[in-house]
């Protein structure tokens, strides 16, 4: 790898994820985010990245385009910036496999849920409607199976009776924010890999959970 970690960041929204690791990025000498790709044109992250004067493009899906055909458009954009690393950060589409194999052990996720709890959508309300005391986020790395590849870092945070979705969503967002550019540290200090099937953290091979510390 090179001096810096070249970081590539995929979003379709508000892109606060993108913000953590952005100023992240500007406290860590070795990674830069080199680009910003958006699948939907109004996305505020777009505005973000503009804000830091970070180059960004928009791939929108054409009605009627396959997954495939659409990926495929995708892989150009993202091979324009060269990246070391492609951050999915609240990326909203599901990747054909093709895609995914083609960046194996490059490219992570950050999911709102405690994996392999919640794959999906709406993980907030299905975490309330099940009562469940702790909830939290998974960063991990991406494999062809949607949220389904290896965990590098969780984060818990407490669910609350009177919770609802919105609030619990803002807790896990917090958290969010702590963990993802620390995850993209690792990664650009090239003590982070995906052998094997498995994530790798300063030669050791984390458990279902990610690192963790008791
Ligand atoms: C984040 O909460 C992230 O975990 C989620 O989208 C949000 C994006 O927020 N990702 C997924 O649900 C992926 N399955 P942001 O645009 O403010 O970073």
């Known amino acids: 790898m090179s001096v810096s970690c070249r970081v590539l960041v995929l979003i379709s929204g508000n892109g606060s994820n993108l913000q953590a ?15 910003v790709i958006s699948n939907k044109p109004d996305a505020y ?8 004067e970070i180059d960004t493009s928009c791939v929108i899906a054409y009605k009627d385009e396959t997954r495939v055909e659409y990926d495929a458009r995708l892989k150009l954009a993202i091979d324009k910036y060269q990246p070391d690393l492609i951050v999915l950060a609240g990326f909203m589409r599901i990747l054909s496999d093709e895609f995914v194999q083609g960046f194996e052990g490059k490219m992570i996720n950050i999911h ?4 392999p709890k919640y794959t ?22 991406v494999t062809p199976e949607l949220d389904s590849g290896p965990v590098i870092l969780q984060a818990k945070v407490p669910v609350y009776e009177e919770d609802t979705c919105e609030i ?9 924010h ?9 990664f650009s200090q090239n003590r982070l890999a995906m052998l094997n099937g498995k ?3 300063d030669s050791v091979e984390l458990g279902a959970a990610g690192y963790a510390v008791d």
Do not use: M
Request: hydrophobic share 45%; charged share 20%; net charge negative.
């Open 21 to 35: 690791i952005i100023d992240g990025c500007d406290d860590n000498l070795q990674a830069d985010v080199v680009g």
């Open 45 to 52: 992250g777009l505005i973000r990245a503009h804000q830091s």
């Open 178 to 186: 702590a963990i993802y550019p620390l995850v993209v540290k690792w």
């Open 120 to 141: 999906g959508l709406h993980t907030h309300q299905r975490a309330i409607d099940a009562k469940d005391q702790v909830h939290g986020v998974s960063v991990h790395f």
């Open 168 to 176: 619990l969503a803002l807790r896990v967002n917090e958290q969010e």
């Open 199 to 201: 994530a790798v953290l």
């Open 112 to 115: 709102p849920s405690l994996l």
